[in-house]
């Protein structure tokens, strides 16, 4: 019975032990079509949930893209830069990462290279790993 308590009791420890990972980034995706409007968020863990839902693992490659989006997005997040959208902007993106937020547009002029990627990749997850289709 004392082998059997200890086993537990190690088994708790070591299940406590495991801390959660933190989130990357979240995009806030909104437009006019109701499959536009999505709250992505990735974890530095390997997985990603759309709209709140169940967590889904991402493949290697896309976290190692998400982490490296992540860094790129540090300093502008830290300067809080909020372009204003163009005309006929489709899509609208807020993003927040450890230290602040930056939003966008589809037509966002003067847009960094950072955000057009994350909106692909937001695409690519939203549409490829959730199946959420506009």
């Known amino acids: ?44 863990g390997g997985t990603a949930s759309c709209n709140h839902g169940n967590s889904v693992a991402l493949p290697g490659r896309a976290l190692l893209n998400a982490r490296e989006l992540a860094r790129k997005l540090e300093q502008q997040a830290s300067l809080s830069i909020e372009l204003p959208p163009a005309p006929n902007s489709i899509l609208r993106y807020v993003v927040r990462v450890s230290n602040g937020r930056v939003a966008f547009s589809d037509t966002s002029a003067g847009r960094p290279a950072a955000f057009d990627r994350l909106a692909g990749f937001s695409k690519d997850v939203i549409e490829n790993i959730c199946k959420i289709r506009r």
């Open 1 to 44: 019975m004392t082998r059997l308590a200890a086993a537990l009791l190690a088994a708790l420890v070591l299940a406590g032990c495991g801390e959660q990972s933190a989130d990357l980034f979240e995009v806030q995706r909104s437009g006019a079509d109701r499959n536009a409007n999505v709250d992505l968020i990735v974890n530095d």
